[in-house]
Structure formats: structure tokens, C-alpha cells
């Protein structure tokens, strides 16, 4: 292939297909507005199909020795006192005696990153002015001044996509809110918590801490109702003003937490929301992951459904890149039965996880064995 490809984002969705597309002999570049390689982020999990993917890419071994190896949870009531125990299943990682892999995100962008080969550029610290697709070829602005034309354009860069809110139409009417804010942060490991994890989930607020791998670190994630008015994505401080507001009445070891992150660096917030659009393409323009079909952390198939998606859209560029819109209908055509399921298992009003049936059926929900003979 001599196709040009730029993949707006550097996350888990962009770095795996950057891998699927240089494999397949595009050029391939990504762009990152953070200005390094971006360590913190939540544990997270590659279930079902997405294993089958992992293992292509030759990473599952890998993979499975990054887990985080948690051993149980305690349940915690707002004083701080233990309320009940398990050792069957966490809060984030579902059941342990399962095939899923649940690693941190940076463990697994950093195992992605190992994979690419050094023809795959990554541009650090800046992001995309402006697009102008031009029929034949996509000419990009970048923040930096710099410009360059591109044969396809990929939005890998999350729920808020810039690339989304660029290029595409009635953005405000694909955003589905779930009226619930999540931030998730760093601390030091103030508790010497081992492979254990502890949440709590009781009026209306729920919190969940696990250490990081190596146990020098807390991961922290903070969810509640989203606030009437919507806080600046820009503005760090009244988003941890906020969360030290709504989680003022919590006792224990809590407020430890909420102290170390009025300093912490690896920080993160967002109103949470489903993506759905009609169409996951325009012109020379497609998006992947959750700028195309976020099902929310909720759904814990964020990440599948990223690693999963940059497989079929890879395939379908390499098996159609001289006829775009037959690509994208082939990706869309294969990936929104698979997204669907995915979505369809987020449910609010639930009380505990996703029932384990309903989970196994979205997780395995689309066949791509003919892709997965493709690549061997």
C-alpha cells in the first residue's frame, strides 16, 4: 500500500491501528496533544474477541503479565468501615476467575507503542486546527502552524473528538450524556494498600482505590451526578473543587486521598456519554473507538471495542482502499451489531455488575475469524 494515513490520538484505538495499518504498508503517522507519552489512567480490560486480537498482534503473553494480579475488593460504607468482602470479583475488573485481562492503560499503550515498527511517526504535543478535505486528498492544519495533505484522516481521539466536532454535522445530536461525571487520579500509595481494592457505591456518589502494579501508586476514580451547569474541560481546579465538594462527607482514609489530589498531575474528568452516530465516515474522514461508539466505562468494553475496531477498520482500507466508501460500509457493517450489544449492556438504574451472561454475549458479539486468519 503507498497511502498516507494521519490518526488523530495516541490512545489505545490510534496506537492499534497504527500497528494494523503500517503491518499492512501504509505511512502511517499519529498526532497526540499531550507533550510526552502519558503515564496514569484507570485499569481497564481486554475481554472476549479483543483477547483473540491481543494474541494476533503477538502481545496476549505480554498482556497477561502486566495484570494487575488484584486478589479481592471490600465493600466500604461512607465512615470508611468495611461492610463485606470478596475474593471472587472487583469492582473493575468483573470476575477473577475469568480469561480477561485487566491492566492499567498506560501498561497497555505502552506495550502498543513497543509493537509499532520505527516507519510509524508519533507527533507529540500538538493536535488539528482545521481539516479540508479536498475529494482527493485531506489537507491538515496543526496547532504547531505546520500543515501536511494526508490520503485519509482518522479520529481516534475519544469522546469529545476534535476531529468529530471538525469535520462532522449536528455534533451536539450524537453526544448522549449519562448525567454522571468521572475523575479519575493519582496518589502516592498512602495506605500501603496491597492487591486489594476497595469502592464504595451509596447515595448517589461511588468511589473505587486499587494500587498501581508496582504498589508505589493509588488509582483513585471518583463517579457522581453530573453538576446543572457543565464545568470547563479546561478548568482542573474547579473540577477538583467540585469533586472535593461532593465527596466532603466521606470519612476513613478518603480524605487523605482528596488532599493528594489537589497536587497530583495525573488527573482526569469528564462527563460521561454514549456516542451515536449514523455514520462513522465523511468524504476522506473516519472515526474509531470512542469518537465513533463510546459505550462509557460502565460498559467495561471500551477498550475491546478500540482494540477490535482498529483491526476491522485496518482490514477494510487494506481490502478496499481504492474504493473508500466501500470500506467504510464493510467496517461499519461488521462493527455496529458488535457496538450495539456493547451499548446496550449500560444500564444506570442496575444494581451490581453486568449480569454475567449479558456481558459474555457482548464481549464475543462478532465474528472476525476470517481477519484473524489474515494476519497469521
Not at 496547532?143 to 494526508?150: E, I, P, R, W, Y
Amino acid at each position: 500500500m503507498n497511502g498516507t494515513i494521519l490518526i488523530s490520538g495516541a490512545g489505545v484505538t490510534g496506537l492499534a491501528l497504527a500497528y494494523w495499518l503500517d503491518r499492512a504498508g501504509f505511512s502511517t503517522t499519529l498526532v497526540e496533544r499531550s507533550p510526552e507519552f502519558r503515564r496514569g489512567g484507570q485499569a481497564i480490560d481486554i475481554r472476549g474477541v479483543a483477547l483473540d486480537v491481543t494474541e494476533a498482534m503477538g502481545l496476549l503473553d505480554a498482556a497477561r503479565d502486566l495484570r494487575t494480579q488484584l486478589k479481592g475488593m471490600s465493600t466500604l460504607d461512607a465512615d470508611g468501615n468495611e461492610k463485606e468482602r470478596t475474593e471472587e470479583r472487583t469492582f473493575s475488573a468483573g470476575r477473577l476467575d475469568s480469561d480477561d485481562i485487566e491492566l492499567f492503560r498506560d501498561d497497555l499503550c505502552e506495550l502498543l507503542m513497543s509493537a509499532l515498527s520505527e516507519r510509524v511517526e508519533i507527533l507529540y504535543d500538538d493536535s488539528i486546527r482545521s481539516v479540508d478535505d479536498r475529494g482527493d486528498r485531506v489537507f491538515v492544519t496543526f496547532a504547531s502552524g505546520a500543515s501536511k495533505d494526508f490520503d485519509l484522516l482518522v479520529g481516534a481521539d475519544g469522546v469529545y473528538s476534535n476531529v468529530r466536532k471538525q469535520v462532522f454535522d449536528n455534533e451536539a445530536s450524537v453526544v448522549f450524556p449519562l448525567g454522571v461525571v468521572l475523575a479519575l487520579f493519582s496518589t502516592p500509595n498512602l495506605i500501603n494498600l496491597g492487591d486489594w481494592q476497595l469502592g464504595l457505591r451509596e447515595d448517589g456518589i461511588g468511589y473505587v482505590v486499587y494500587p498501581s502494579r508496582d504498589k508505589s501508586e493509588l488509582r483513585v476514580g471518583v463517579g457522581f451526578g453530573a453538576p446543572d451547569t457543565p464545568l470547563s474541560r479546561n478548568d482542573t481546579e474547579a473540577q477538583k473543587r467540585l469533586i472535593a465538594e461532593q465527596c466532603a462527607h466521606l470519612k476513613g482514609d478518603f480524605p487523605r486521598f482528596l488532599e493528594a489530589m489537589k497536587t497530583t498531575d495525573q488527573f482526569y474528568f469528564n462527563e460521561l456519554a454514549q456516542i451515536r452516530m449514523p455514520s462513522w465516515s465523511k468524504g476522506r474522514v473516519v472515526l474509531a473507538g470512542d469518537a465513533a461508539y463510546c459505550a462509557s466505562p460502565f460498559s467495561g468494553q471500551g477498550t475491546s471495542l478500540g482494540l477490535v475496531g482498529a483491526l476491522v477498520l485496518a482490514r477494510a482500507l487494506e481490502q478496499h482502499w481504492n474504493d473508500l466508501p466501500q470500506a467504510f460500509a464493510a467496517y461499519e457493517q461488521r462493527m455496529r451489531p458488535y457496538v450495539d450489544l456493547n451499548q446496550g449492556i449500560v444500564d444506570l438504574t442496575r444494581n451490581g455488575p453486568v449480569p454475567d451472561e449479558q456481558l459474555t454475549e457482548a464481549k464475543n458479539g462478532i465474528d472476525i475469524s476470517d481477519l484473524l486468519r489474515e494476519t497469521k
